[in-house]
Structures are given as C-alpha cells and as structure tokens.
C-alpha cells in the first residue's frame, strides 16, 4: 500500500510516530511531506535524516508550494497526519486549505481517500519531550480540544490517541 504520511511542526510523540513508520516501511511503501515547520521540528529533534532513510519519497513544502499535486494525484490509498498541530487541525476542522498539508486533507477527503490524524493537542494536559529531551507539560486550550472532536465527526478522517494505532488504523 502506498502511504503520504504528512509531518506538521509539532514534536509531540514525533520520536514514537518515527519508529512506528521504520516498521510501517518495511511492509508497505511511505512517502512524506513535510510542512515548513515540519522539517524544522524533524532537524530540531534530530529525526530528519533517519526520516530521508527509510521513506520512498520526502517532499517538502518550501519546493511543492501550497497546492500540492500529490493531494490529487491518487498515487495514495491513506494519508497520515502525525503529529498534526493545533492550527492544522483547526484549518482542517473549518475546512480551510491553504498549505500543502491541509490541501491534502481537504482534497484526499473529497476523493473519500481516510485520512488518519494524530493531534498534537487531546486531552487537558499533555505531557511531551522537547528537543533537548526534558519533559514538559502542556496545557491544551478548549478552543484546540473542540477542533479534536470536529475532525472526530468528519467524514474520511480518523482521529487517533497515540502512535501505536497508526499501523492498526492503516
């Protein structure tokens, strides 16, 4: 099977979600798409070129432009959002799709292509790994936790707790 598997600019889980598509790659193709700050964040925590050695393809926002073709290129039979942030959730939630990430969701749920997200923000209070590797807590604001249950609501999207139901969701 063919995978677009998206990157946001959030590191929430983002060394988990890294491992569990090492494993995903050996059985099934997987292509990424990074977001500017997705990229930032994959360097940041220092994940970027494990990420270049076992994807097919890695495309990067700054080179495809916003209105990406891969979104309707129907080379892909899932796309997976993980980690997704807080404001690429809320555009997907509203329907707004002005980055390359977005105009993926957008356009693989037109098509009633699933889209799997995994967002950043579930939850009162997170606890996550910043990139020197200290654990910190995070507060998620209501506005972020309701956007959460409006994707949950969504047609074509599945909205996902934690990396390890990434391969059960495919």
Same mark, same amino acid.
């Given at each position: 099977?063919?995978?677009?598997?998206?990157?946001?600019?959030?590191?929430?889980?983002?060394?988990?979600?890294?491992?569990?598509?090492?494993?995903?790659?050996?059985?099934?193709?997987?292509?990424?798409?990074?977001?500017?700050?997705?990229?930032?964040?994959?360097?940041?925590?220092?994940?970027?070129?494990?990420?270049?050695?076992?994807?097919?393809?890695?495309?990067?926002?700054?080179?495809?432009?916003?209105?990406?073709?891969?979104?309707?290129?129907?080379?892909?039979?899932?796309?997976?959002?993980?980690?997704?942030?807080?404001?690429?959730?809320?555009?997907?939630?509203?329907?707004?799709?002005?980055?390359?990430?977005?105009?993926?969701?957008?356009?693989?749920?037109?098509?009633?292509? =699933? $889209?799997?997200? %995994?967002?950043?923000?579930?939850?009162?209070? +997170?606890?996550?790994?910043?990139?020197?590797? *200290? !654990?910190?807590?995070?507060?998620?604001?209501?506005?972020?936790?309701? =956007? $959460?249950?409006? %994707?949950?609501?969504?047609?074509?999207?599945? +909205?996902?707790?934690?990396?390890?139901?990434? *391969? !059960?969701?495919?």
């Amino acid at each position: 099977m063919k995978i677009l598997w998206c990157v946001s600019g959030a590191g929430h889980y983002l060394e988990e979600i890294v491992k569990e598509f090492e494993i995903i790659s050996r059985e099934h193709e997987v292509s990424a798409v990074t977001s500017l700050a997705g990229e930032e964040v994959l360097k940041a925590y220092g994940l970027f070129e494990r990420v270049l050695g076992f994807c097919c393809e890695v495309f990067f926002e700054k080179n495809l432009g916003y209105s990406t073709p891969l979104s309707g290129s129907g080379k892909f039979k899932v796309a997976v959002v993980a980690p997704a942030t807080a404001n690429t959730c809320a555009k997907a939630a509203l329907g707004i799709s002005d980055s390359a990430l977005t105009n993926i969701i957008a356009q693989f749920t037109k098509r009633r292509i =699933n $889209v799997i997200i %995994l967002p950043s923000d579930q939850g009162k209070e +997170v606890e996550t790994k910043i990139p020197s590797g *200290r !654990k910190i807590k995070v507060y998620c604001r209501k506005i972020d936790l309701k =956007n $959460v249950e409006k %994707l949950r609501k969504s047609d074509y999207i599945t +909205v996902i707790s934690n990396p390890r139901q990434i *391969r !059960k969701s495919l």
